[in-house]
């Protein structure tokens, strides 16, 4: 089992910035992966970015390549997600999620049925 807890939510105007975290625990041995993923409401949970564990692998959705940067701390069994010039359209929970290698996330793809771990959420509100 792998346990991920998110932090670093709240707040923000737009073009703000804000930098989530989530530290995982438990057998991360086990995972390759790491990923962050955004829901809003009636909306379905959508891919923001992944990286490969030794970290020479990122990937971005469209929606905020340039403006996201995901990173990690291995010695800290910590994921980041910088996120920078906020829009309106990135409020929503940002959930992360940890998952083991697979052709697919090789490929790029950043989609919840490859990541088997999930954390429970941290809320970000981007209003003026």
């Known amino acids: 089992q792998v346990q991920l807890v998110e932090s670093g939510g709240g707040s923000v105007q737009p073009v703000g910035s804000l930098r989530l975290s989530c530290a995982a625990s438990g057998y991360t041995y086990s995972v390759t992966w790491m990923g962050w993923f955004r829901q809003a409401p009636g909306k379905e949970r959508e891919g923001v970015a992944t990286?490969?564990?030794?970290?020479?692998?990122?990937f971005y959705a469209d929606s905020v390549k340039g403006r996201f940067t995901i990173s990690q701390d291995n010695a800290k069994n910590t994921v980041y997600l910088q996120m920078n010039s906020l829009k309106p359209e990135d409020a929503a929970m940002y959930y992360c999620?940890?998952?083991?290698?697979?052709?697919?996330?090789?490929?790029?793809?950043?989609?919840?049925?490859?990541?088997?771990?999930w954390g429970q959420g941290t809320q970000v509100t981007v209003s003026s």
């Open positions: 999620a940890a998952g083991r290698e697979t052709p697919r996330l090789w490929a790029g793809y950043i989609a919840p049925p490859d990541f088997g771990y």
């Open positions: 990286i490969y564990t030794t970290g020479i692998r990122t």
